[in-house]
């Protein structure tokens, strides 16, 4: 069985620009949540989307958004790009969609994002 | 609002000793808490869970955890360290405000020396 699947794995941008990030949830995972991690301020959670519904957004600003298409693959896309934007950006999906708590995520490798 | 701590930022460790990493949560209820690993370069794996049950979880590659209502903690252990276990080290627990978003800890980062 595939694992969660991000692109690209590595990305260089300039102060500015946009960026999108995509991620292939492991087939029949309806849910994907997005977490950004830096070392300053560690594991951060960005959104999660459900069945094409974004059920659950972090403290970020609008310049970060997401969406979830039909076959449950997920894009994030940061817009106006800062220096403080350089970070591991983590896709993670989850066969439940409950609001439990007693989810377990299944994590990718990750998109590493560089803003010059 | 649920926290995790982890009061150690790196812990070094021989080769074949052993190995405890601790975890403080803070939790409205019963808990669900989680422990995963990052290797350099890569995303973050599940070692193990507690949901609820036996307060000794047995996770991957021979760690284990055991959840302490009394002292808030659920503390990672592996009775003999190899030096692949070396990297970091995340607690998390369910947020309050759910729909999979998880709180980390700041993570502790293993080093194994030979």
């Known amino acids: 069985k595939a694992g969660v699947t991000q692109t690209p794995r590595y990305l260089i941008k300039t102060r500015g620009q946009q960026v999108t990030l995509s991620c292939s949830p492991i087939s029949g995972h309806r849910s994907v949540s997005w977490y950004q991690q830096t070392p300053g301020q560690g594991l951060q959670f960005l959104f999660e989307?459900?069945?094409?519904?974004?059920?659950n957004k972090g403290n970020f600003p609008g310049r970060f958004s997401g969406r979830q298409f039909s076959n449950s693959r997920s894009e994030m896309n940061v817009s106006t790009l800062e220096l403080g934007d350089s970070a591991l950006y983590l896709c993670a999906s989850s066969p439940r969609s409950d609001n439990s708590g007693a989810n377990v995520l299944t994590f990718g490798a990750g998109s590493r994002l560089t803003v010059l | 609002a649920q926290s995790v701590t982890q009061p150690d930022i790196h812990i070094t460790v021989s080769e074949g000793a052993s190995l405890e990493l601790r975890c403080n949560y803070s939790?409205?209820?019963?808990?669900?808490l989680f422990w995963y690993v990052q290797s350099p370069g890569q995303g973050l794996q599940l070692l193990l869970k507690y949901f609820s049950g036996d307060t000794l979880v047995q996770g991957i590659k021979g760690f284990e955890a055991e959840f302490k209502r009394s002292q808030s903690s659920f503390n990672l252990r592996k009775p003999s360290v190899h030096w692949s276990d070396a990297a970091e080290y995340f607690c998390?627990?369910?947020?309050?405000?759910?729909?999979?978003?998880?709180?980390f800890g700041t993570g502790t980062r293993l080093l194994v020396s030979p």
């Open positions: 989307y459900f069945s094409e519904t974004q059920r």
């Open positions: 998390a627990v369910p947020s309050d405000t759910g729909f999979q978003k998880l709180v």
């Open positions: 939790y409205g209820a019963t808990p669900y």
